[in-house]
């Protein structure tokens, strides 16, 4: 039986499956496939190098140090969010952060990082094979927010946010022979997502980025068949999914540590739910 997890993101809603995650660390739950979407990807990083408390450290601590995200940063450099900060500065081996690369790296679980290429609007799905000690970049393209931060690049190819091309890659997961699957919500399962911001964002990025912008218009619908989908695959036992009954006020940019620290709790409480499931 090959079980799977996915954790979709939501930039700072994140924290809740940071608590999932840490639940599932403490309790030693594995996975035989892990797939992160934007922040979603970090979190399950930090999970199989077995980091406890680390996770959390950067919702509620470092996200408000002006390197992390800030004006300033676009100001300076057209990205509201330094991806080098947050994947280089705070992770490399000598930095405040530093992930436990050889953990992380002898986990024989398989790792996928969703991202989006700019031009084409192809997803791409990057594993572990793409990610070296110190280098954290399919990190940052799958991380990378278009109207938040300018694209990314890896090799010559410009990439944008996973949530674009594959915000809930569930058929991902199924095709990779998963069996069962853990899928983390970080917003209410019952609460559709809408267009809202992404059309004024697709509107801005639509003349030089048409692709993108066409892909950021479909996000809410992607995202809504993909949980109807998982919906029904709950009721034939094939998935699981977790997600907070609110959001405690947090939305993808918020600063707010109280606000923050209650989300990841939830997520600590929540991560029952999976001990159980998995024992059925």
């Given amino acids: 039986m090959k079980t799977g997890i996915i954790d979709v993101g939501g930039g700072m809603r994140g924290a809740y499956a940071a608590g999932v995650l840490e639940y599932c660390m403490e309790n030693d739950i594995h996975f035989d496939t892990c797939i992160g979407v934007s922040a979603g990807s970090a979190n399950l990083m930090t999970y199989l190098a077995g980091q406890k408390c680390r996770s959390i450290k950067f919702y509620h601590d470092y996200v408000f140090h002006k390197e992390y995200m800030s004006l300033r940063n676009f100001l300076r450099t057209g990205s509201y969010l330094n991806l080098y900060y947050i994947y ?4 490399n081996s000598d930095a405040d952060e530093p992930l436990d690369y050889d953990t992380f790296a002898q986990n024989p679980a398989e790792f996928f990082v969703v991202a989006q290429e700019v031009h084409t609007g192809k997803v791409k799905y990057f594993d572990k094979s793409d990610i070296g000690r110190d280098d954290y970049r399919p990190l940052m393209a799958s991380s990378n927010l278009p109207g938040v931060n300018r694209p990314f690049e890896i090799d010559g190819v410009l990439y944008f946010d996973g949530a674009l091309a594959d915000p809930v890659p569930l058929k991902k997961a199924f095709e990779l022979g998963c069996d069962r699957v853990v899928l983390i919500l970080t917003k209410p399962a019952s609460i559709p997502r809408t267009v809202g911001k992404d059309a004024k964002i697709a509107k801005i990025i639509k003349r030089k980025y048409p692709l993108s912008a066409q892909n ?3 996000r ?9 989908a998982a919906k029904e695959y709950a009721a034939q036992g094939k998935v699981l999914i977790v997600s907070p009954d609110d959001t405690c006020g947090v939305d993808t940019l918020t600063k707010d540590k109280d606000s923050i620290l209650a989300l990841y709790n939830k997520g600590l409480h929540d991560g029952e739910e999976i001990k159980k499931w998995l024992a059925i």
């Fill in 88 to 91: 280089g500065t705070l992770c």
């Fill in 216 to 218: 950021l218009l479909k």
């Fill in 220 to 228: 809410a619908e992607r995202y809504n068949d993909s949980v109807s």
